[in-house]
């Protein structure tokens, strides 16, 4: 496998989640000489995941990853593959898979191959909805949780604590109204914020990442 790859190539990648309706995804530019382990880290800023669960990418039947205690073992080093030794070209598609117990399951398309430019890379440049939260059992359990009559139902117990917060005793400490409800608050976040999508920012994270995980991985 080539460790290395021609440096101007750029590739443009659509990755959606798997078995979720509406769409969740992104649109992502990458260089053509990014590694699998940079890329990992890519795709968990994409869908503001942590990084705490085992993956694998699925490249024309060949697994790669990084390895950790426990996890799978993979032929190649993470750090050295890179995204244009893969052999893909326009069109074709490949896998990401997070937190095998839950199954959560990325399925990325090469849209274009195109000499890189002056352009910050990688950069996201459209997407839709937030990343489902990492902890949920996967698609069907994102479907039951997010129904629309679940989401609203979010919303309204969000205002009524917010009402109660706002209503309360002047002299009523509101750090300890607010750690009252932080459970039920923190429950109540992802599905408040199941349509945001907020593209400046994830570039901001990107720029962030890139220089430290380059570093990590050259």
Not at 49 to 71: A, K, M, N, P, Q
Not at 117 to 139: K, L
Request: with cysteine; glycine share 10%.
């Amino acid at each position: 496998m080539p460790d290395r790859a021609p440096p101007a190539t750029g590739y443009q990648l659509r990755a959606v989640v798997h078995g979720v309706s509406p769409l969740i995804w992104r649109r992502l530019l990458v260089p053509g000489d990014t590694t699998i382990a940079v890329l990992h880290a890519i795709v968990q800023a994409a869908f503001d995941w942590s990084g705490e669960y085992l993956h694998r990418f699925t490249v024309h039947g060949t697994d790669y990853g990084i390895c950790y205690d426990g996890g799978p073992a993979f032929r190649d080093d993470a750090r050295r593959v890179r995204l244009a030794g893969l052999g893909l070209g326009e069109g074709e598609r490949f896998t990401y898979t997070y937190n095998f117990f839950a199954d959560w399951r990325l399925d990325l398309r090469v849209e274009q191959i195109t000499a890189t430019h002056s352009e910050r890379y990688p950069r996201c440049v459209g997407g839709r909805r937030a990343g489902p939260p990492e902890e949920w059992d996967g698609p069907w359990e994102y479907l039951e949780r997010t129904q629309p009559y679940l989401v609203i139902d979010a919303a309204v117990r969000a205002a009524e604590i917010l009402r109660g917060l706002l209503d309360a005793d002047p002299d009523e400490d509101a750090a300890a109204f607010l750690e009252d409800h932080h459970d039920e608050l923190g429950g109540l976040l992802p599905l408040l914020r199941v349509d945001c999508f907020d593209r400046r920012a994830l570039n901001k994270t990107l720029a962030g990442l890139t220089s430290t995980e380059r570093t990590l991985t050259a």
